[in-house]
């Protein structure tokens, strides 16, 4: 099997939060101003439509400070309740696109798809009994943020390290039974591809997060036929994890340990990051940036959660 490609044997010492042009930048800061309010109402009306009329309360803000419009969002099961809180986190978003990648001349953004995809898992899940929290439901941060927090269109590395800490805030707040960290991958040789999943080894129920990882791993290699990369902690990750800083904690802030001034209140519960596809493949960014392919991506997801949780107590 082959290694993790964020591992540095495999790749040139790269962000998973990758620079784009000044001038991408820049549009990104306009467009973002002028469709986010259009993304919260879109994406509330999507996740709430397939409910019947009174038949589950409006979707609420969990309590967390700082938070931006439409950020940490829990959303009630929409049939009889299973008891248990999925907590989903659409990777990046807002000034912070992830990975851009390409398919049939236009721009693939791994923030779009994450989003894409998380929505529709959310809708599956609360048709199985299972409330959700969303860490975000628009193309925004989670953190609030001011002017200062961005630098040439882009969000400074403080402001990274700030949001990722708030989905960390949410999803505690949200009491979560599980989390997962929807991401897309990206390579030099768009060749490569495949489905890769990690997790914490270095927490009290990092057991249980290498199970849930694994369940999220097999089921979306099935689902998608895609090649199997494996499960990973987030130590074999290339040094700077989330952020160009992140080498001086060496884990994932949304699954990691506690570090004093770095990560103060970590998650409190298992947790995996999946990257289900390479946005830098064409093939799959096609397939990403596809409707259909996100249904599929939910739904290899849905199919490793309800698998961890039936073997979970």
């Not at 800061?29 to 309010?37: D, E, F, G, M, R």
């Not at 009329?53 to 009630?76: E, I, N, R, T, W």
């Not at 894409?116 to 628009?138: D, F, H, K, P």
């Not at 989670?142 to 269109?153: F, H, I, K, N």
């Amino acid at each position: 099997m082959a290694g993790p490609i964020a591992k540095a044997r495999h790749v040139a010492h790269r962000s998973r939060r990758q620079g784009t042009s000044s001038l991408f930048r820049a549009t990104l800061s306009v467009a973002l101003v002028l469709t986010s309010a259009l993304a919260i109402i879109a994406v509330r009306s999507a996740l709430t439509q397939s409910s019947a009329v009174g038949s589950a309360p409006v979707a609420s803000q969990v309590a967390v400070d700082g938070l931006a419009a439409g950020a940490c969002m829990s959303f009630p099961p929409t049939t009889q309740g299973k008891g248990k809180t999925v907590f989903l986190d659409p990777g990046h978003g807002g000034l912070d696109p992830g990975v851009v990648g390409a398919s049939g001349g236009r721009q693939v953004l791994e923030k779009d798809i994450a989003l894409a995809v998380s929505t529709r898992l959310t809708a599956l899940l609360r048709a199985a009994g299972y409330r959700v929290v969303m860490s975000r439901i628009a193309d925004s941060s989670v953190a609030r943020l001011s002017d200062a927090d961005s630098l040439s269109g882009a969000m400074t590395a403080s402001a990274v390290h700030r949001d990722l800490l708030a989905r960390t805030a949410c999803a505690n707040a949200a009491n979560s039974s599980v989390m997962v960290s929807i991401h897309f991958d990206a390579f030099d040789d768009p060749s490569v591809g495949g489905t890769e999943t990690f997790y914490d080894s270095a927490r009290p129920f990092a057991p249980q997060s290498k199970a849930l990882a694994s369940a999220l791993q097999t089921a979306l290699v099935s689902e998608l036929d895609s090649a199997d990369r494996g499960v990973w902690t987030d130590e074999q990750l290339a040094a700077p994890t989330l952020t160009a800083s992140g080498s001086t904690y060496g884990h994932l802030i949304l699954l990691g340990p506690a570090s004093t001034g770095w990560v103060d209140n970590p998650s409190r519960m298992p947790g995996a990051l999946v990257e289900p596809l390479f946005l830098t493949n064409p093939n799959e960014a096609r397939f990403a940036a596809d409707p259909a392919g996100q249904q599929r991506i939910a739904v290899g997801l849905k199919a490793g959660l309800e698998r961890y949780f039936s073997s979970t107590p």
